[in-house]
Structures are given as C-alpha cells and as structure tokens.
C-alpha cells in the first residue's frame, strides 16, 4: 500500500494581474526541486497544475480584485486555503489597474477601448486582496523576488510567522554600501518611504527608487514630498511619483493627491 | 618633533608594493558614483588626484581641481565601520542530523590582512569607540578578527568640508593616535610619522628622503588652518543632563516633521554599531543561518519588544538617536558618540543637522 502523503499543499492563484509574481516561483532554481519535496502544489496553472478548488494549506494570490467574478472567486479561495498569502503589488494594494481608481472614468475608457464593451464585466475600482477576505500575510513588490518568497515559505514550513520586512529602501541600500543618488544627484528616490525586500535595486543601477514595494513603515510622505519640491519637482510630477505601482495603498494614495491638488490650485492661479 | 621624513609623491606607489608584498590587500579612496569610496586599490593612480568634496545638509557633490592631491577630500559616506563591522554576516548555522539532532557551525572565519591608505582622524576615534562597545565587557570575535588583521595609514586632513566640527570634537583633523602610519600631504609628497612597531617596521622600508623642516610647518600648518575653518560646533560639555531634562521639548515634534526615519544618518555614522539578527532557514528544513545586520533606531524592529513596538513615531525615535548618542553615550563609553564627521548632516536626504537640532534642543532661550 502506498504511504500517504504527508506534506503540506499549496495553491498558487491568479487574479487580475500580469503573471510576473508566479515567476518568483518558477525561478527558484534548484530550491524549486527542493520546495516539491516538502510540498505539495495542487494548484499553479502557470506550471500546468488545474485544480483551483483543492483544499490546501497555503494559498498564494496574485493579483487585484477587478471583476464581479473575481470577488467570487477570492472568497473560494479563502475558504479553501488554511492559510493566504497575497503576492506583488496587485495583490497587496491594487496594482498598476488601480490607476482607474484615481479618476471615474472607467466607463468612458472601456468604452472607448473595447468594440463590444457590453461584454466586458470590470469593476470600477481595482481593489486588493485584503479589501475582501482576511490575508494572513502579505509579500509587497512588482514583482516580488524569490529571495523573499523562498523566506516566507521557508518560515512558514517551520511553523513560525514570516518576517514582515517593513524597513525603509535605505536601509538595505546603506547595507549594500550603495551611494544615495538623492544626496548626490538630487534624484527624486523613494527610499526613504519605500519597503526593503527587493535589496535596493535601482539605486545599485545609479536609479531613483519608484516605490514598487509600496509603503514602509511610519512613511513621512509630507516631508519627502517637500524635498521633491526643493529638488525643483513641479507639483504633478511629486504625484506621479507617488500615484504609480502603488497608487492605492493608502499612504502613498494620501500623498500623491495632496501632491495634485497642489498642482492644480498652481494651474488655476496661473491662468 | 623631530621632522619626519619624506615620500615623493611618485613613490606612492612603492607603499603599496611594500603592503602587497607583505600580504595585505590595500585599500583605499576611490571615485565611484560621485562619492569617495574606500575599495581595493592595486595602482597609486585609482587614487583620485585633485577632487574635492562640497558637502552641505543633504547634499554631497565632488569637484574636480587642478591640485595634484590624492586627499584634498574630507570624507565619503564609509568610514571604517564596514570594514570591522560588516553591513550583513553570518553568525553561525545550525544543522539538522539524520538522527534529528542539531549541531551548529560557528561561522567565524579568517579575515583577510586590508591595509587602509587615507583613514582621517575622526574615523580613528570612532574605531576606538566601536573598539570599546565591541572589544571590551563582551569580545565579539566577528569584529576582532576584522580589527585584528586591520593595518591603518591616515592622512592629515586638509580639505574639511561644511559639514566637518572634528576640530570641535576634538577628534580631528590632525590624526593623534590610532594609526600605524601617518601620511601629511603636500602638494609634493608625505611627510610620514609611524604610530605603532608595525608602523615603524613599514616606515623603516620605504624608500624616503630627509624631510624639510620649513615645508613641514607649512604642511602642519595647513591642518591647523583646517581646523580653524570649520564652522560647525555642537552645545558645549556633556550633554547628557540636558537632553535628559528636556523629554518634552516641542523641538522633538518639529524635527518629526522632517525627519523621514529612514536611518540613513544612523547608517553612515561610524560609531552606531545597533544591529538585528535573524534567522534564515533553508527551503530543504535542515539548516538554518543565524545572521546579523545593520540596523537603527529608527526601525520599528528596534523597539520591538514583546509582541509591542515601543517607539512608533518618527519623535520618540529621533529623541532616542539624539538622547543616547549624545547623552547616555557619557555613562556607557565615556564621552559622546559624535566625533563630529558631519555624515549624518550631508547623507540625511531631507537635510537634517543635528547639531542645529541639539543648540536648539540644549541651549536655553535667554530672556530678552
């Protein structure tokens, strides 16, 4: 007879989303084999594997809310997994998608891009997974790496909570010994608002971060916006900084409409 | 003092043969992403020849000059620290046996002979400091090895930037003690002095000539001069009765407007030596890495304490980095964690100077 299996199950989903966040995933190498040793994955159609109904014990989530169906289909999942982590920006605050969200003009741009727009069922805001079902935890990025999925994976596997890692973009970069390019550039980076996790990237390639892990803790957007302002940022430009991958979550959303309001009280005064 | 000897410029070079033969990896200022930075030197000439540094709150820009100086720089965001104090390590792993026991690797490893070439004054004292927290009620032995295998060759400095008060310290900018060799530049060569028997064991092989004793008050005088150019001081004596008696002071509130937490100021200081450790297991569930990393005070991670962070906002962290390197520093080490190399001044983003927030924090506003 053959000995059951013992191992935990996994399930990786897909909301609205590009599929770059499941890559983590299939990018781990070796420790890919590794991981399918000690679990099972019942459910990842990004590798060929269709059961999205299974039972599991982590479930991974990738992607916004942007449909009906997929208010539906997110509560399936929630009730199905024992424990749900959602993945990348999409998933944690809303993604690129929410960009809809800052304006109500949903209906015109479908309409305007579609043929047959009365076949196209969208919600008009773009919503993260958190907004919906309880998400145990969260893995921020666009796209998350596998150095930090592997972490949350390998806690999780362990029995304990995964590290939460809500230090600042600068902190990591100082780590690195990289050279702040706001200090000796005057780029407009988002660091110092910005969580750590993607080992401060842009800045080791001499570029401004653009907050694609979203909001750090404790983020004072007021003040790095008034250094925008001291850099010679015009007041549209601070809040496309700040309205981009992460338009949705909260602090960066706060900011940035300050940010334009500001810009257009200038416009009006100017006119 | 007797004058010391003298290297021509060109036999810079002869220095660095003479560490590399002896089995050291020499390093040194370099220019790399518009700041100075110590990496390995090979050749004299990676040395930059006449850039200067302008430094001012928040903002830090390097200025090519006709001078043929390798160290017309007053400092880049380094210092020492991540030379002993490494940015990120492993401690030690533990290991799962197949009769499911445990046994865990110290992971201390040999450390490789560096010898620095342009160490300024003020990084020398904040070793010496970083030597008393980490060498002295309990040995770190990750630190130890590094400092251990660590041979020092400062160089006088001469260009102290807007954001230097090593002079106000006193910690800078004639080097005093700390190092193996010293170097006083001129526009010519080094007049060289040894700090240590290894020091004087170096000096002793290097192909010098007699020293000029006018041209070498000419180059100490140029230390003196940039000592008198800066313009920077922090509230006198030891502050820690003061910043203990002033908890509440609206300043904290005012500075939290500003300040952005993002520990950079804590990161480029030599002497902040706080850190977190962590555990990383492996996907396989059989070994786990212990490891430590730089931290600050300005983390929620640092006051987290019990399932509560303890300082939540940006003013109780801030009062705790200003209370502690500048107050409770005296108790625990002697003297202040400051040895006035401007860092924090120039690397804070938004520009924040600390001593403008400790005048205005410390001094009491006389009624008028």
Not at chain 1, 158 to 163: H, S
């Amino acid at each position: 007879m053959k000995a059951p299996d013992l191992r935990p199950s996994i399930a990786v989903h897909k909301f609205s989303s590009c599929d770059g966040c499941q890559l983590a995933f299939l990018n781990l190498g070796e420790d890919l084999l590794a991981l399918t040793q000690r679990v099972r994955i019942r459910h990842f159609l990004e590798a060929g594997l269709d059961d999205p109904d299974a039972e599991v014990d982590i479930a991974f989530v990738e992607g916004s809310l942007s449909t009906p169906d997929e208010i539906a289909r997110i509560r399936r999942v929630r009730a199905s997994a024992r424990y749900l982590v959602s993945i990348g920006a999409c998933a944690t605050a809303g993604g690129l998608q929410a960009l809809r969200n800052l304006d109500d003009t949903h209906d015109a741009w479908r309409d305007a891009i579609y043929a047959s727009p009365e076949f196209i069922a969208t919600l008009a805001h773009a919503r993260p997974i958190a907004d919906e079902v309880r998400v145990d935890f969260e893995l921020w990025g666009c796209p998350i790496n596998s150095r930090q999925l592997l972490a949350a994976v390998s806690a999780l596997l362990a029995g304990v909570p995964p590290i939460d890692q809500r230090d600042k973009v600068c902190l990591e970069c100082k780590r690195t010994q990289q050279v702040c390019v706001m200090v000796t550039e005057g780029k407009p980076c988002l660091g110092p608002v910005t969580r750590t996790g993607c080992g401060a990237l842009c800045p080791a390639f001499g570029r401004d971060c653009y907050g694609c892990y979203g909001p750090a803790d404790n983020p004072n957007t007021a003040s790095l916006a008034r250094r925008f302002a001291g850099l010679g940022l015009l007041p549209d430009a601070i809040a496309r900084r700040f309205l981009m991958i992460n338009s949705a979550a909260p602090a960066f959303h706060e900011a940035g409409l300050i940010a334009r309001s500001q810009g257009e009280s200038q416009g009006e005064s100017d006119e | 003092m007797e004058t010391p000897a003298f290297l021509p410029a060109d036999r810079l070079q002869a220095l660095l043969e003479l560490l590399t033969d002896d089995g050291y990896r020499c390093v040194g200022p370099r220019i790399r992403d518009g700041a100075v930075l110590y990496q390995t030197l090979d050749d004299a000439d990676q040395l930059p020849r006449g850039v200067q540094v302008q430094q001012s709150p928040g903002r830090y820009r390097l200025e090519q000059t006709d001078s043929p100086r390798r160290f017309a720089w007053a400092n880049g965001p380094q210092a020492l620290k991540p030379l002993t104090f490494a940015p990120h390590e492993e401690l030690w792993v533990g290991e799962l046996q197949a009769d499911g026991s445990l046994i865990f690797h110290d992971a201390v490893r040999q450390a490789e002979p560096v010898a620095v070439i342009g160490v300024r004054a003020c990084d020398l004292a904040a070793l010496s400091l970083q030597e008393q927290h980490f060498l002295q009620a309990a040995p770190d032995p990750y630190f130890r090895e590094r400092r251990r295998q660590l041979l020092l060759i400062a160089v006088h400095c001469t260009h102290p930037s807007d954001t230097c008060f090593c002079a106000h310290t006193g910690d800078g900018p004639e080097a005093r003690t700390g190092f193996d060799l010293s170097l006083y530049e001129t526009d010519t060569g080094y007049f060289v002095t040894a700090g240590s028997p290894a020091g004087e064991r170096l000096l002793a092989r290097l192909p010098l000539e007699p020293g000029d004793a006018g041209r070498f008050d000419t180059a100490c005088d140029e230390v003196h001069a940039a000592a008198a150019r800066q313009t920077r001081d922090l509230p006198t004596g030891n502050l820690q009765a003061d910043l203990f008696a002033r908890l509440d002071h609206p300043r904290w509130q005012e500075v939290a407007e500003r300040c952005l937490s993002c520990g950079n100021c804590t990161q480029v200081c030599p002497t902040c030596f706080c850190h977190s450790e962590q555990e990383v297991p492996d996907i396989s569930g059989t070994r786990s890495s212990h490891q430590r990393q730089w931290d600050s005070c300005f983390s929620p991670g640092h006051s987290y304490i019990h399932g509560i962070t303890l300082r939540q906002d940006t003013a109780s962290r801030y009062r705790q980095w200003l209370t502690h390197k500048f107050g409770s520093w005296h108790s625990q080490y002697g003297r202040s964690g400051c040895v006035g190399c401007g860092r924090c001044i120039a690397w804070c983003p938004v520009g924040i100077d600390p001593t403008e927030e400790l005048h205005a924090i410390c001094t009491e506003v006389k009624a008028t």
